[in-house]
């Protein structure tokens, strides 16, 4: 089991990493908000960088979405626990990736699923937090 301490200084990683995602999420809103007002033409360099952001922008969400889902695991007592399989996921991975909230194996599994089109269907997860 992971230690109290352990916990607590992950979930403040993760407040920290949320704070500067905001930030970086609402600066690139704000760009591609005012890129709208440019008149761009196909072809024009501008759509591609604007299909850059708007990429960036999915991903950035992404993570912010998991750092999220991440801190309500942690308030609902359950970090380090796989949502999936309820296997204890290592203090090794959760040192790398704090918002990680599924074992290696399930991770790669609901990957896979997802790169068919498949829906890995959360709420028969051992641990499903709404
Ligand atoms: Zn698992």
Redesign the pocket.
């Known amino acids: 089991m992971l230690d109290a301490q352990f916990i607590e200084h992950n979930k403040q990683v993760l407040i920290h990493e949320q704070e500067r995602l905001h930030e970086d999420i609402q600066l690139l809103k704000q760009t591609l908000k005012n890129e709208v007002d440019v008149d761009i033409e196909e072809g024009d360099p501008e759509i591609i960088e604007r299909e850059k952001s708007a990429t960036l922008l999915e991903a950035l969400e992404a993570k912010m979405a998991a750092i999220e889902h991440a801190l309500k695991i942690i308030a609902a007592d359950q970090y380090g626990i796989?949502e999936?399989?309820?296997?204890e996921i290592p203090k090794e991975r959760l040192e790398v990736k704090p918002e990680a909230t599924?074992?290696v194996?399930?991770q790669g599994e609901v990957e896979r699923m997802l790169r068919r089109g498949m829906n890995p269907q959360r709420t028969r997860w051992h641990f499903p937090v709404e």
């Open positions: 796989c999936r399989c309820g296997a599924l074992c194996k399930c």
